[in-house]
């Protein structure tokens, strides 16, 4: 746009001279536009659309905020030059009492009265919290549930069929900032016979899975989670595990040849480099030789955290070093690799689909086979899924998280799977998965297909209480038997065994566990309780010892027993729950140890 000289008028209107100056309200055709303050924080967007953080009221701070539109600012709040009088003429006669000036000229700009425009601007829009109203590039949701695609320089959205693009800027209470423009959606109807993914997902299937129907299928729909971002809200983590020659190379190329830039891909990273990178964006993000073992635990948890927080789409804060906490939300998909998957927490576990890869070898695959996909795969699968947002989100997606709930999935488990599931078939169609083995026309022969599937992944995401409890049980003692280490559990079996319960040798094993800070009452001893019933006291050096450097340091584990059945872990108040131990009452819980191997069976049979 032309940026005539300061002292043109614009649109009729004088230098200094628009209705509000110089506080009351914006000048006319503002290039910056004001989104609100923070704290001592006005927000507002430059000339060239992006965000900046606006502090300070000296020139250089507001002047750079107009870019190649200078000479606005000075049309705007322009600083007059005193009055500078004119030379008479030979020959003419002076006026009485009155002297000739030259017209005003303007030689500057008034940028403390630019600031405090905006500061009072700002004031009227209200708090603008970046990490709640402003959005990055990827996939969004706006507030009448419509996906929206921000791909850097424009904002695209589907209407009645037709596909949009605008500038980005404000949208229903959103910000959309100019970036560089990353991924854009083809620009005509996909149809799901022509799509990409099915070529993509028959080419997956060469590859040695530990499913061989099921991993590709989730790996197809990692891929359009991907792109769907922030606007879904629960977001998988895959990670594909496997040795030399399985293979994970060439999947990276595929991925990452598809996605384009809507995907930040790494080998060596931390955290902070992570939110660094993403920022306020919703594109993905490939962690590749994530690898296990102690010298990179310290690295890999942080990231590990952020996967999690990015999976729900939740608030994390952190301090900095002018000692103020800096809140920031992240809404992204991940995608972890390595030869073997390090130790992970339940609550990580449940937030995955673990892929297993075997050597191509073992099923005669010569691994010479060229791949060959280019970002317009991705522009077609992102116009597959604009098209597709509402039929996803309104049929496809409950009818999986359905299947799976009937078949005895837990939420988080749904969550995962649901999604994923539901994503693929998006794109690739009922017929494919059909094809491919899994029964859709029968949901309850496939709820139960899926649940064998995944019956150890999801075996092995332990409820908290019972991490509690089998931590406990493994616990060493300062006791020994046969030249070993007794633990918890060694004595309660052996007394199980020997079943002597008026024994001295029971009250000697007794002893053992009071040393430990904890007790153990034989059976009929406690109301309701059929079984041994082990004592655990709310607190003690013992007890404390047991727990030390664990999860449930610090009294935690009361929190977490009494989480369990109620059957299992017996609690409540009066006598009969107070237990002597080392001379000091305690009022305990009781683990009924009998219930407790009846639920681990159950729990294993199911």
């Not at 209200?126 to 009448?144: L, Y």
């Not at 299928?217 to 990692?222: A, F, H, K, S, V």
């Not at 131990?581 to 140890?593: A, E, G, K, M, Q």
């Amino acid at each position: 746009m032309p940026d005539p000289a300061p002292e043109f008028p614009r649109n009729g209107i004088e230098a200094g001279k628009w209705e509000g100056y110089p506080y009351d309200n914006l000048p006319p055709d503002c290039p910056v536009s004001v989104h609100g303050v923070n704290g001592e924080i006005i927000w507002v967007s430059d000339a060239n659309g992006q965000l900046v953080a606006l502090i300070k009221g000296d020139a250089v701070s507001v002047t750079k905020l107009f870019g190649h539109h200078q000479n606005y600012c000075e049309w705007a709040f322009p600083r007059w030059a005193a009055p500078k009088k004119l030379k008479k003429k030979k020959n003419t006669k002076k006026l009485k009492n009155k002297e000739e000036f030259a017209p005003p000229k303007i030689n500057g700009l008034e940028y403390q009265k630019l600031f405090r425009c905006f500061v009072a601007e700002g004031s009227r829009r209200g708090m603008f919290d970046p990490e709640k109203q402003h959005e990055g590039r990827g996939g969004w949701r706006d507030k009448g549930g419509e996906f929206i695609w921000h791909s850097g320089e424009s904002l695209w959205s589907m209407r009645n069929g037709r596909l949009l693009s605008s500038e980005p800027g404000e949208h229903r209470g959103k910000l959309y900032s100019v970036q560089y423009d990353i991924l854009t959606p083809w620009q005509e109807y996909v149809d799901i016979e022509e799509s990409p993914a099915q070529r993509i997902l028959l080419d997956f299937r060469t590859w040695n899975w530990g499913r061989e129907i099921l991993d590709p299928i989730l790996l197809i729909g990692w891929m359009v989670t991907a792109l769907m971002g922030g606007a879904l809200n629960w977001r998988p983590i895959i990670y594909t595990t496997g040795g030399a020659g399985v293979g994970k190379s060439t999947l990276h190329g595929i991925i990452q040849a598809v996605l384009d830039s809507a995907v930040m891909a790494t080998a060596d990273t931390t955290a902070a480099g992570i939110r660094q990178t993403i920022q306020q964006d919703s594109t993905a993000v490939i962690v590749d030789e994530f690898e296990g073992g102690a010298k990179n635990r310290s690295k890999r948890l942080p990231v590990i955290d952020l996967a999690r927080v990015a999976a729900s789409g939740a608030d994390s804060h952190r301090g900095s070093s002018d000692h103020s906490a800096q809140k920031f939300t992240l809404k992204c998909s991940f995608f972890f690799s390595s030869i073997r998957v390090p130790e992970l927490e339940t609550s990580d576990k449940s937030r995955m689909a673990i892929l297993d890869l075997t050597p191509f070898e073992e099923r005669g695959y010569s691994g010479e086979d060229k791949f060959v996909y280019s970002s317009d795969d991705g522009r077609m699968i992102l116009r597959q899924i604009m098209q597709g947002w509402k039929k996803f989100t309104d049929d496809i997606l409950p009818d999986w998280q359905r299947i799976l709930h009937k078949a005895g999935f837990n939420q988080r488990a749904i969550d995962t799977y649901a999604t994923l599931l539901a994503a693929a078939e998006l794109v690739v169609g009922k017929n494919v998965l059909d094809d491919m083995g899994l029964p859709i026309d029968e949901p309850d022969r496939l709820g139960q297909m899926l649940a064998d599937m995944t019956k150890m992944e999801r075996g092995e995401q332990k409820p908290e209480w019972l991490q509690c409890v089998e931590h406990l049980l493994t616990a060493s003692l300062e006791t020994f038997k046969g030249g070993e280490k007794q633990t918890v559990g060694s004595i309660i079996e052996y007394l199980e065994e020997v079943q002597l319960f008026e024994a001295d040798d029971f009250r000697l094993n007794q002893r053992k566990l009071i040393s430990a800070g904890l007790s153990i009452k034989a059976p009929g001893k406690v109301d309701h309780i059929e079984g041994l019933a082990l004592c655990v006291p709310p607190g003690g050096q013992g007890i404390e010892k047991l727990f030390e450097g664990s999860d449930w340091e610090g009294g935690g584990w009361m929190r977490s027993l009494k989480q369990a059945p109620k059957d299992v872990v017996v609690r409540g108040s009066g006598n009969r729950f107070k237990v002597t131990i080392n001379r000091v009452t305690h009022s305990c819980i009781f683990l009924d140890l009998k219930a407790f191997d009846h639920w681990q069976n159950t729990a294993r049979n199911e």
